[in-house]
């Protein structure tokens, strides 16, 4: 049984903090209750209720947020919170009953990508809290999803988002004539309450905040501001064509920057257009003197 780590994260409203975990609680649903009398079917709110100063407790995916009243601060009791919730959720304390809770509809629809090879398909819903690439069946161990997605002869790499997931297609076929198989496979499965990824999946690939918070904290100023950029002018842009991009590592004696490009961003026809009119020229405006190149390390 894999063991469930909490990281704190701070929300702009002060009152209310979240306990993040690396692997999911619920199965695309949230959950939002005001009082212990609410959360009869939450096991987990009813006990945190007991807390005095807890006001509300939402439910979602990967993290349990709480709302504080003001007879205390959240720095006086995070931890010993954290602690309990990591504490219940190991002895296999039941999150939610879901059992007379109806089965929510799942909507999947396709969007195109710049890449011909890539579609993407989008849910109503979200399906996993880190970002997840698998370029073969012996790749994608950790997700039984993806696994079942490599049955189709016709799937090349799976890579799988907040509430996205993008396919890469072999040339043998054309999209008209699985897109329609592929939707119907995915809306099912996640209907069903089907695992995305397991629970260790972001703890092996080293993908939990936690660890990524200390990846980050071990990396050089100026890696740093380039990972800030990334995430805040050039992720939402690839996200929104089905891809991501990952820094990789900054050599400032060449002042180069090399990247991982993901989704339909790999092996994308118009990539080495994007990659030096729009990610290197961004870099090398705002960061002035210390990015001169950028480089795809896998593309």
């Given at each position: 049984m894999n063991t469930i780590t909490i990281s704190i994260q701070d929300t702009s409203n002060p009152k209310i903090i979240k306990f993040e975990t690396d692997s999911f609680l619920t199965k695309y649903e949230?959950?939002?209750?005001?009082?212990?009398?609410?959360?009869?079917?939450?096991?987990?709110?009813?006990?945190?209720?007991?807390?005095?100063?807890?006001?509300?407790?939402?439910?979602?995916?990967?993290?349990?947020?709480?709302?504080?009243?003001?007879?205390?601060?959240?720095?006086?009791?995070?931890?010993?919170?954290?602690?309990?919730?990591?504490?219940?959720?190991?002895?296999?304390?039941?999150?939610?009953?879901?059992?007379?809770?109806?089965?929510?509809p799942i909507t999947i629809?396709?969007?195109?990508?710049?890449?011909?090879?890539?579609q993407k398909f989008v849910a109503n819903k979200s399906l996993v809290s880190q970002t997840f690439e698998f370029t073969s069946i012996e790749d994608a161990k950790l997700s039984p999803f993806a696994t079942a997605l490599f049955q189709f002869p016709f799937v090349k790499a799976v890579f799988i988002d907040k509430n996205y997931v993008s396919v890469t297609k072999f040339d043998i076929v054309e999209w008209e004539t699985i897109t329609l198989e592929l939707r119907e496979f995915m809306k099912s499965y996640i209907?069903?309450?089907?695992?995305m990824v397991t629970s260790a999946a972001a703890k092996v690939l080293e993908k939990t905040t936690a660890q990524l918070d200390d990846t980050y904290e071990n990396l050089d100023d100026t890696s740093k501001e380039i990972i800030n950029i990334l995430e805040q002018h050039i992720k939402p842009a690839v996200a929104s064509d089905g891809g991501n991009i990952l820094f990789e590592s900054y050599e400032p004696t060449t002042k180069t920057v090399k990247v991982i490009l993901q989704g339909a961003c790999s092996g994308c026809p118009s990539s080495t257009y994007t990659l030096k009119s729009g990610i290197e020229a961004l870099l090398k405006e705002m960061m002035a003197g210390k990015v001169e190149i950028v480089e795809a390390v896998n593309g």
């Open positions: 949230s959950f939002e209750f005001s009082n212990i009398d609410d959360a009869k079917n939450s096991p987990l709110a009813q006990q945190l209720f007991h807390l005095p100063f807890v006001k509300k407790v939402y439910i979602s995916g990967n993290f349990i947020a709480i709302e504080r009243y003001d007879i205390i601060e959240w720095d006086a009791v995070q931890t010993e919170v954290a602690e309990q919730i990591e504490n219940y959720l190991n002895e296999g304390g039941v999150v939610v009953t879901t059992e007379s809770k109806k089965k929510n629809y396709a969007e195109s990508t710049p890449n011909p090879g890539v209907e069903e309450g089907k695992e």
